[in-house]
C-alpha cells in the first residue's frame, strides 16, 4: 500500500524551531519530486517548500525563504523528507501536509494545482504564545 505519513507537528512558541518528516512506505520515494504544504481554515493550498527527486533542487514560497529547509535522506532506504522550520511566527500556524508526484520540477509541483501521486493525512503546526 502506498503511504506518506508525516510526524514532528506540535505547539511552539513564536521563535521556536520544529522538524517535519514524511516517510513512505510502498513505494521508492527516490522515484518523487516531494513537496510539503500547508493549508489553514479558510485559507486556501500553500506550496512551502519541494525538493527534486535526487535533492539537486529545492523551491521555497516567500514568506518561508531563509527560516524553512526541506531536504531528503535517498540513502540507505530511509525513504524519509524533512522540513526544518526555524524562527516559526503565529502565520506559519496550519496543518502541513506533504505529497509525492514523479516527472515535475520543484515549481510545478509547490505553484501549480497538480495532481498527486500521494499525499499525506497531514500533522497540526500550532505557533502561539
Known amino acids: 500500500q502506498v503511504q506518506l505519513v508525516e510526524s514532528g507537528g506540535g505547539l511552539v512558541q513564536p521563535g521556536g524551531s520544529l522538524r517535519l518528516s514524511c516517510e513512505a512506505s510502498?513505494?521508492?520515494?527516490?522515484?518523487?519530486?516531494i513537496g510539503w504544504f500547508r493549508q489553514a481554515p479558510g485559507k486556501e493550498r500553500e506550496g512551502v517548500s519541494c525538493i527534486s527527486s535526487r535533492g539537486l533542487h529545492t523551491y521555497y514560497t516567500d514568506s518561508v525563504q531563509g527560516r524553512f529547509f526541506i531536504s531528503r535522506d535517498n540513502a540507505n532506504s530511509k525513504n524519509t523528507v524533512y522540513l526544518q522550520m526555524n524562527s516559526l511566527k503565529p502565520e506559519d500556524t496550519a496543518v502541513y501536509y506533504c505529497?509525492?508526484?514523479?516527472?515535475?520540477?520543484?515549481?510545478?509541483?509547490?505553484?501549480?494545482?497538480?495532481?498527486?501521486?500521494?499525499r499525506g493525512q497531514g500533522t497540526q503546526v500550532t505557533v502561539s504564545s
Open positions: 505529497a509525492a508526484q514523479r516527472g515535475v520540477t520543484t515549481m510545478s509541483l509547490c505553484v501549480a494545482q497538480i495532481d498527486f501521486a500521494s
Open positions: 510502498g513505494f521508492n520515494l527516490e522515484d518523487y519530486a
